[in-house]
């Protein structure tokens, strides 16, 4: 029902902006409200109708390792997307083992980027009554980090061994639920602490923040600086995020943010707003100019807007090359480059 409600919404948008004779006709699919995956793809459908250069209908609430597939394939025009899932649908691995490597890494290279999205950093927090003292409280404790499968529990693994020394089943026990039903286990006491992507200021913290006082950690800069970590930052799909303290708004007070020297540091889970390479040069480069001449717009439309990554394209920070085999569309490219910014070769198809 709410991705009817979204596709309706979204034709009306179009009708009411005069968009009815818009030059194309797209499909879209992303994640469900309230992140910045959803927020990019919704943004995209809304200045595409104004700019009569397409009609987006978004589905909301999908599984993105099908939606990747689906444009892979030329089923759907525009996806959201971890860019982890390029990188094992290039391999034919995890959720893509079935198609074998030679299929998958034919379907990974029809997929071009437009532009990236940092979809969340990873931190841990818990509530202050459970008397956590940091990461190095770890061992023997509950800990909730993510869903039953998928790439953010891998990296919430990862995370914590890197900077825990830990592993889940022998050095604590693990709680995976759906993302719908994330806040309630936060907020129902059956872990003890948290390790999950947040962004600034964070939903699910602000929702939690009505059960009791909470405390977020940053990576400790020991942890952070080790070779082990600084591999794992430039893994497909991961970058270095790096905030001082004092901008870090997580909530309207209840919060404490800990870090021993006033940064943060975490993880962070990079996307973007991916299509097949088959899209024409002037319909990827009109829609990523849309993107870069309204970006002001677009972060004003979320508090946690300003700190989701939009246009940054660095090539660090927006988690493009080294292993990573997706690319920037050619159309894409025209419009980075035509705005000022530096797109590096590596990224280029």
């Known amino acids: 029902m709410k991705n009817i409600k979204t596709l309706l919404a979204l034709s009306l948008a179009a009708v009411l902006s005069g968009t009815v004779g818009a030059a194309e006709n797209l499909t879209a699919e992303t994640a469900s409200p309230g992140g910045s995956i959803h927020l990019s793809m919704a943004h995209l459908a809304e200045i595409a109708a104004e700019r009569d250069i397409a009609a987006i209908q978004v589905a909301d609430g ?19 997307t971890p860019y982890i899932l390029p990188f094992l649908l290039a391999g034919g691995r995890g959720p893509y083992s079935k198609l074998g490597a030679e299929k998958g890494a034919e379907l990974a290279s029809n997929l071009r980027a437009l532009y990236p999205v940092t979809l969340g950093i990873f931190a841990l927090y818990a509530y202050d009554s459970k008397g956590l003292k940091g990461w190095s409280d770890l061992e023997g404790k509950t800990i909730y980090n993510g869903p039953p499968r998928g790439a953010a529990v891998t990296n919430a693994r990862a995370v914590i061994q890197l900077a825990a020394g830990l592993k889940e089943g022998d050095d604590y026990k693990g709680v995976q639920v759906n993302w ?6 936060i907020t129902d006491g059956s872990a003890d602490a948290v390790v999950l992507p947040i962004l600034f200021p964070d939903s699910r913290i602000t929702q939690a923040l009505a059960s ?15 070779e082990p970590f600084q591999k794992y930052l430039r893994a497909p799909g991961s970058a270095p995020f790096e905030i001082s303290v004092a901008d870090a708004t997580l909530g309207e007070g209840g919060v404490t943010l800990v870090s021993e020297d006033g940064t943060f540091r975490g993880l962070a889970t990079i996307g973007g707003d991916i299509v097949n390479k088959s899209m024409s040069f002037d319909l990827a480069k009109a829609l990523t100019t849309a993107h870069i001449e309204t970006l002001d717009k677009l972060k004003a439309k979320a508090p946690f807007a300003k700190q989701a990554g939009y246009g940054v394209v660095d090539v660090v920070k927006s988690g493009m090359c080294g ?8 159309g894409a490219v025209a419009a980075w480059e035509g705005a000022g910014f530096v797109i590096d070769d590596c990224a280029k198809p």
């Not at 999908?62 to 959201?80: F, H, P, R, W, Y």
């Not at 719908?180 to 286990?185: D, E, F, I, L, R």
């Open 180 to 185: 719908g039903q994330a806040v309630k286990t």
């Open 212 to 226: 009791g006082n909470m405390t977020v950690w940053s990576i400790p800069k020991d942890k952070w600086d080790s």
């Open 323 to 330: 292993p990573n085999p997706l690319k920037y569309h050619e």
């Open 62 to 80: 999908q599984t993105l390792t099908n939606s990747v597939q689906n444009v892979a394939e030329g089923k759907t025009d525009i996806a959201g």
